[in-house]
T-cell receptor, first 110, second 113 residues
Framework: SQQGEEDPQALSIQEGENATMNCSYKTSINNLQWYRQNSGRGLVHLILIRSNEREKHSGRLRVTLDTSKKSSSLLITASRAADTASYFCARMDSNYQLIWGAGTKLIIKP | EPEVTQTPSHQVTQMGQEVILRCVPISNHLYFYWYRQILGQKVEFLVSFYNNEISEKSEIFDDQFSVERPDGSNFTLKIRSTKLEDSAMYFC???????????FGPGTRLTVL
């Protein structure tokens, strides 16, 4: 499959802890993007990391990319209840299509 | 802040009926996309559209599907004869030229009975 695969499929942590989600892919990428989706709602773009970048930050979010291992990780620091959502990685292929992973369902317990 | 809008938020239709899902992309964007997400499953690419024509389409986007930009603001997805398996959330997205970030609308939940 050319699609990304996230792990874990589900993650439940206490508020204030850090959450790490991983994404792997099989083919080359132009860039890789992370999105959040609250239950039954739309997709919110979080971070885009290009194939020549290794790390990007946005507020409490940190994304890393290891092209040699074809993997990326999303770290959310100091998690809050409002971070409860599903998180998806999507790789952009050479045709500029976004190929999506299955997502990680993150639950932050207050 | 500009955003992508979609109407309706929920559409219920009978199998075999035609549906048109509407999207208003962000005004200065030139690339438009449709994706779908069957409940509990991955988001799937359907089609991309640029310069009034389809740029790419997936295997899902068969002859039952069509897209149109009927005027300067709307971007529509038509399903000619809906099947039960077309039930899904349909997302529209748009992006600027030379910018890979795609902005998504809130989605239309299509239920085919």
């Amino acid at each position: 499959s050319q699609q990304g695969e996230e792990d874990p499929q589900a993650l439940s942590i206490q508020e204030g802890e850090n959450a790490t989600m991983n994404c792997s892919y099989k083919t080359s990428i132009n860039n890789l993007q992370w999105y959040r989706q609250n239950s039954g709602r739309g997709l919110v773009h979080l971070i885009l990391i290009r194939s020549n970048e290794r790390e990007k930050h946005s507020g409490r979010l940190r994304v890393t990319l290891d092209t040699s291992k074809k993997s990326s990780s999303l770290l959310i620091t100091a998690s809050r209840a409002a971070d409860t959502a599903s998180y998806f990685c999507a790789r952009m292929d050479s045709n500029y299509q976004l190929i999506w992973g299955a997502g990680t369902k993150l639950i932050i317990k207050p | 802040e500009p955003e992508v809008t979609q109407t309706p938020s929920h559409q219920v239709t009978q199998m075999g009926q035609e549906v048109i899902l509407r999207c208003v992309p962000i005004s200065n964007h030139l690339y438009f996309y449709w994706y779908r997400q069957i409940l509990g499953q991955k988001v799937e690419f359907l089609v991309s559209f640029y310069n009034n024509e389809i740029s790419e389409k997936s295997e899902i986007f068969d002859d039952q599907f069509s897209v149109e930009r009927p005027d300067g603001s709307n971007f529509t997805l038509k399903i000619r004869s809906t099947k039960l398996e077309d039930s899904a959330m349909y997302f529209c997205a748009s992006s600027e030229p030379f910018n890979y970030e795609q902005f998504f609308g809130p989605g239309t939940r299509l239920t085919v009975l």
